[in-house]
């Protein structure tokens, strides 16, 4: 079955970290670039991290850099964002999404996770 | 930063109607323009890619156009599985990629 599954949300403290994971399934995860997403009610979608197909590039959102890091694992078929240094504005579903054309730098995203929810509250 | 503003923010329709949403960018992006239909609770769908592709396995009803800065899309005969909320995204290839606010689709 193709999909991706989030994981790792949940509630922390400001200042405090959170690692998610997205895990593939069902297609040929190596060749298609991974994205994260976040939404919510104060800010809508908003695009937040990406990464090359083959790990080489990442870029980030200007909220979130210097704080989050994107990275995969093509072995395992796995992609992560690590997201250190929370603010209680970082909590929303957090979405992985890959992209539509393999081996191919900017494109539209096909195919999502179902989220997973992080709060940053004290 | 590129700015889309999406238009309207809520549109009331019947079943049968046409439909047409529009997207607006601060600068040019080419055709590199998406479409997405979002249910609450789940994740947004593609639906329009490159602007007026249409994303294999959606309905024909929905169509996209435009390039530059001026994209439309619109569902030719509304149907009740189509009431959602609608997003646009450009995806040029300078960061960040970036969303519309939202057109909500709502039954009149």
């Known amino acids: 079955q193709v999909q991706l599954v989030e994981s790792g949300g949940g509630v922390v403290q400001p200042g405090g970290s959170l690692r998610l994971s997205c895990a593939a399934s069902g297609f040929t995860f190596s060749s298609f670039a991974v994205n994260w997403v976040r939404q919510s009610p104060g800010r809508g979608l908003e695009w937040v991290a990406f990464?090359?197909?083959?790990?080489?590039?990442?870029k980030y959102a200007d909220s979130v850099k210097g704080r989050f890091t994107i990275s995969r694992d093509n072995s395992k078929n796995t992609a992560s964002l690590q997201m250190n240094s929370l603010r209680v504005e970082d909590s929303a579903i957090y979405f992985c999404?890959?992209?539509?054309?393999?081996?191919?730098?900017?494109?539209?995203?096909?195919?999502w996770g179902q989220g997973t929810v992080v709060t940053v509250s004290s | 930063d590129i700015q889309m503003t999406q238009s309207p923010a809520t549109l009331s329709a019947s079943v049968g109607d046409r439909v047409t949403i529009t997207c607006r960018a601060s600068q040019s992006i080419d055709s590199w323009l998406a479409w997405y239909q979002q249910k609450p609770g789940k994740a947004p769908k593609l639906l329009i890619y490159?602007?007026?592709s249409l994303q294999s396995g959606v309905p024909s009803r929905f169509s996209g156009s435009g390039s530059g800065t001026e994209f439309t899309l619109s569902i030719s005969s509304l149907q009740p599985d189509d009431f959602a909320t609608y997003y646009c995204?450009?995806?040029?290839?300078?960061?960040?990629?970036?969303f519309g606010q939202g057109s909500k689709v709502e039954i009149k």
């Open positions: 990464v090359r197909y083959d790990g080489t590039t990442t």
């Open positions: 995204l450009q995806y040029n290839s300078n960061y960040p990629w970036t």
């Open positions: 999404a890959k992209d539509n054309t393999p081996r191919w730098d900017h494109d539209a995203f096909d195919l």
């Open positions: 490159k602007a007026s």
